[in-house]
Each structure stands twice: as structure tokens, then as C-alpha cells.
């Protein structure tokens, strides 16, 4: 499956942006998708994950009540909505799928996930 994101940019503290993902594949199969981000000198950490219930939704603590992720079975795409930014949310933000495995398990770790999107910078000042 590829995975193409789009959103992200630069923006001050407190506030939004809004990332999406859209996979080939994501008509055809229910893959569980979720965004990761890197920030320079930093290990990728997973950020939050979806597949098809809202109890399969995680988030990392740090975005909990910030962020949402969703998903658009129409247009085949998972967004991450983000809101009330802070410069720590600077990191080149990556989507990336997997099978539904990867959203079964508490947490998110970047070994689960196969297919990975080519990142998109978000800049927080």
C-alpha cells in the first residue's frame, strides 16, 4: 500500500493544522493506520492510531484532548487534526499502515507498522 500525506506547515503556538493521509489500498482493505513523528535528534514516537471502531483509537498521552484522529472511508484518507500546538509538536509527522494486529495491542511501536508514508514537516513557533 502507498501512503501519501498532505497538511502540516508552520503555525504559532495554540494553533491548528490539520494532516492527511491517503492510502492505495485503503478501499479495498481495513488497514489499521496510524501518525508518527520525529523530531531532529529524537527517536520516532507514535502519535495515534485508527482502525475501525472508536475503541481502537489511541493517542500518546502528550496529544490526549489536542489531537483526533479520524477516518474517511469515502475518500479513502485518515486525518490527524491537531489543535493548540506547542513548539514540542515540531517533528516531521509520518503516516503509516499496517494490518489490523498493530491495533489490537495497547500502545504503538514503529516495528508493528510496514508501510510508511514519506513524512510531512509540522513547525510549531
Known amino acids: 500500500v502507498q501512503l501519501v500525506e498532505s497538511g502540516g506547515g508552520s503555525v504559532q503556538a495554540g494553533g491548528s493544522l490539520s494532516l492527511s493521509c491517503a492510502g492505495s489500498?485503503?478501499?479495498?482493505?481495513?488497514?489499521?493506520v496510524g501518525w508518527f513523528r520525529q523530531a531532529p535528534g529524537k527517536e520516532r514516537e507514535g502519535v495515534a492510531r485508527?482502525?475501525?471502531?472508536?475503541?481502537?483509537?489511541y493517542y500518546t498521552e502528550s496529544v490526549k484532548g489536542r489531537f483526533a484522529i479520524s477516518r474517511d472511508i469515502v475518500n479513502n484518507t485518515v486525518h490527524l487534526e491537531m489543535n493548540r500546538l506547542q513548539p514540542e509538536d515540531t517533528a516531521v509527522h509520518y503516516c503509516?499502515?499496517?494490518?489490523?494486529?498493530?491495533?489490537?495491542?495497547?500502545?504503538?511501536?514503529?516495528?508493528?507498522?510496514?508501510?510508511w508514508g514519506q513524512g510531512t514537516q509540522v513547525t510549531v513557533s
Open positions: 503509516a499502515a499496517s494490518t489490523e494486529t498493530a491495533c489490537l495491542r495497547p500502545g504503538m511501536a514503529t516495528s508493528w507498522f510496514g508501510y
Open positions: 489500498l485503503f478501499r479495498e482493505h481495513w488497514y489499521c
Open positions: 485508527i482502525f475501525r471502531r472508536a475503541a481502537d483509537i
